[in-house]
């Protein structure tokens, strides 16, 4: 019966998707180019300069950008949750409908950035600068958390972390 199960278990995981990083789409972008679409689970592109990249229904999941510059970046329609965005510069880059569920943003400036449909639930915008992004909803911040040194459009308020 053992055995049974574990030939099972391995014709299952036949049929199951991969999910893993791709190493070659990673050293693409780590070299500055843009890559729509790609596997990029659990990329290192922390302290990158990445101006103008298009990574627009790319999955970062866990990836770590932190410290990293990505002004007039591209991540439309992306997964990024549960990735650390630490203190990185999105400068007008677009969020739209990108998923940053659980993502760290502590200290990010996204100055003009379009967050319309982003996904906030559990993120963390401690210190964040978002007073001047474009699209960012009550709805979406009552999902999240942040701390006084959070800058916020006019009459939007965060819950403390």
Do not use: K, W
Not at 23 to 41: H, K, M, P, T, Y
Not at 43 to 64: F, S, T
Not at 126 to 149: F, H, I, P, V, Y
């Amino acid at each position: 019966m053992t055995r049974f199960f574990a030939v099972m278990i391995m014709a299952l995981a036949g049929i199951a998707p991969a999910y893993a990083q791709n190493a070659s789409e990673i050293a693409r972008v780590q070299s500055g180019q843009s890559c729509v679409g790609c596997n990029l689970f659990q990329a290192d592109l922390a302290y990158r300069d990445l101006p103008g990249i298009n990574l627009a229904g790319a999955r970062l999941r866990q990836a770590n950008l932190s410290l990293a510059t990505m002004n007039g970046a591209d991540f439309n329609g992306s997964n990024m949750s549960v990735s650390n965005l630490f203190g990185a510069r999105f400068t007008r880059a677009n969020f739209r409908n990108t998923n940053l569920q659980d993502a760290v943003l502590v200290g990010a400036y996204l100055g003009s950035a379009d967050l319309t449909g982003a996904v906030l639930s559990r993120a963390n915008l401690s210190g964040a600068e978002l007073d001047t992004a474009r699209g960012l909803t009550q709805a979406q911040l009552n999902t999240a958390c942040g701390d006084e040194n959070t800058s916020l459009p006019a009459g939007l308020s965060i819950a403390h972390c």
